[in-house]
């Protein structure tokens, strides 16, 4: 029998619903042969309206399935928000909420941040909705691009209407900031088409099947959006070197980035990309070969490590209870009180202290090592090493502290919300950091609050005779040397020269 596929279907209950056959060549995509869909409706004439508007609904759908995952460029990526833009405009332009709600909303939206994992959860499924509005589908690199503009296209949406609440309803003078939709040409026959995204997904694929740092993926990803907003295009094969030189410029004296973060970091990270695309026979030549950016050797005026007073001054303070009216949460009052005391005596990074889990205390045939690994996290060198815990810290009760932790995270807990240990720890530290600042009072600018016990430890190393081989395998330093890579240096031999470490002495 044949079914009937031009009107709505009622249902016993009386609600009508759609009834469609699926295509052939879609069937095994979709799951089944026949989609069936309530329109959620009584009324026989709103039936009608649901019906054909789910119809050009599902045709959009099939498109979508049929078609490649495409790579947009940033402009086209910000035109596809103008719709999510007009949506908040629509809903809140004449009658907004409270100033006080439009404001929490705001701060809400801002916490999330650009960590891709958190941007996903809160806009994807408005990334979905867009994309299936408009029968696309594309690739990873440029979803990730398209939450992040919806992130701060909400941003934008919600500033105007904390302004339309407070009285003000003139226009947003960003509003027009939105290009026009231009539906993507169909792909020609041949290789794909040179993108950055494209070349910075092919160049992450690389990365990451290497073991390389999740914690690059993003800051790479950085540089590039940085670099196509600035051509304004996104095409590999349209660089000129020129542009890569006025670019850096555009860097140092717009955005007032050092020469040093210039080079190090947007510089070098596009130079991996193009590189990848000329290996890839993607592109002919990089077009950020030749350029140079000059950086003076900037003066010291301090060591990059902390004194001996500022050392105990920090120590000395983490030990102090808290106010009983403190609002700091209870896992950055764990890392306040035990992170210093572990980078002062392993010169552990931040991260990867304060990622430490109940199950990286490990006792090595006697000797208690704290396990630095990137099964807990983030580590730079994408290696594990075992430390050994100084004397005074088992003094000082970090083994008794570890013990009575329930298993896993020391300093924080993971939730379906906040599922990502290295945005986690990274929270952690950066608090301490803080708490460093205003509370230990450790206010010179050019010191970093956490990385200075690296460098303090590498120096306290030197004074009391601790081999360099030894601090370098303790801090998780890796000299590129291929003799390092013979043998190990075991727990034995990291414990008999840690215990040459003093102790602090805070009286």
Known sequence: MALPMSRPIKLKNGVYYLQKRVPADLVEKVGRKITKISLRTKDPAEAKIRHANRLQELDREWAHLRSDA?????KDVVALTKQRYAFFKDQFGDNPPSVASTQNEMEMRQGVGYDNSRLEVWYGRAADEILKAHGIKVDRATRETLLREIHRTDLQSLEQVKRNAEGDYSADPKANRFPEWSPPKAPESGPKEASLPHLFSLWERDHLADNGAGKT??????????????LDHDDANR?????IAQWCDYLRHEKQLSGKTVRDKYLAALRAIFRTGVNKQMIPDDPSKGVVIKVSKPQRLRPKGYTDQEAK??????KQPFPLDSRVGHGNKLGIRWLPWICAFTGARGGEAAQLRKEDLIDCDGILCLRITPEAGSVK???????????????EGLVDFIHGCPPGHLFFKLDARNSDPKVRASSVYKKVGDWIRTTARITDPLIQPNHAWRHR???VSRDCGIGSEYSEAIMGHEDGKASTSYGEIGPKALYREIKK??????E
């Open 70 to 74: 495409i790579t947009l460029s940033h």
């Open 313 to 318: 001054q920090i120590l000395r303070q983490s």
């Open 381 to 395: 060198t994408g290696n594990f090493r075992l430390v050994p815990i100084h004397p005074q810290l088992l003094k």
């Open 217 to 230: 993926v993003s800051d790479f990803r950085h540089k590039v959006d940085s670099l196509i907003a600035f």
């Open 457 to 459: 430890l590498k120096t």
């Open 501 to 506: 470490l003093p102790f602090y002495d805070l």
């Open 239 to 243: 660089i000129a070197r020129s542009e």
